[in-house]
């Protein structure tokens, strides 16, 4: 039902943007959220939107980062500029369907894209 894309190999400083498209004909009810994971380590927020377009972003990638959405596309966008080697990660985009501020609550999301790789080099 998501299908994310984006990602790609690029040096510290340049810039990525990732697109999740979804089939869910609700789109525009859903808030949605931007993860990311590295091995070893938890999945974490990165940003989120609600369906009325208010965002959150973590302390991290503010910014820096730029989440959108276009619910003529059924589509989220996360617009990453200035890239850095700690911004490599799998990042995933999910549906949030609770109408909450809780942005770093994985069990809130549903259902889930799979990942698209973002690796920064030095």
């Known amino acids: 039902q998501l299908q994310a894309c984006g990602g790609g190999l690029v040096q510290a400083g340049d810039s990525l943007r990732l697109s999740c498209a979804t089939s869910l004909r609700t789109f525009s009810n859903f808030g949605m959220g931007w993860f990311r994971q590295v091995p070893g380590k938890e999945r974490e927020i990165v940003a989120g939107?609600?369906?009325?377009?208010?965002?959150y972003y973590r302390d991290s990638v503010k910014g820096r980062f730029s989440i959108s959405r276009d619910n003529a596309k059924n589509t989220v966008y996360l617009q990453m500029n200035s890239l850095k080697p700690e911004d490599t990660a799998v990042y995933y985009c999910?549906?949030?369907?609770?109408?909450?501020?809780?942005?770093?609550?994985?069990?809130?999301?549903?259902?889930w894209g799979q990942g698209t790789l973002v690796t920064v080099s030095s």
């Open positions: 999910a549906v949030k369907p609770i109408r909450s501020t809780d942005w770093d609550m994985i069990g809130e999301y549903r259902p």
């Open positions: 939107i609600t369906w009325n377009n208010y965002t």
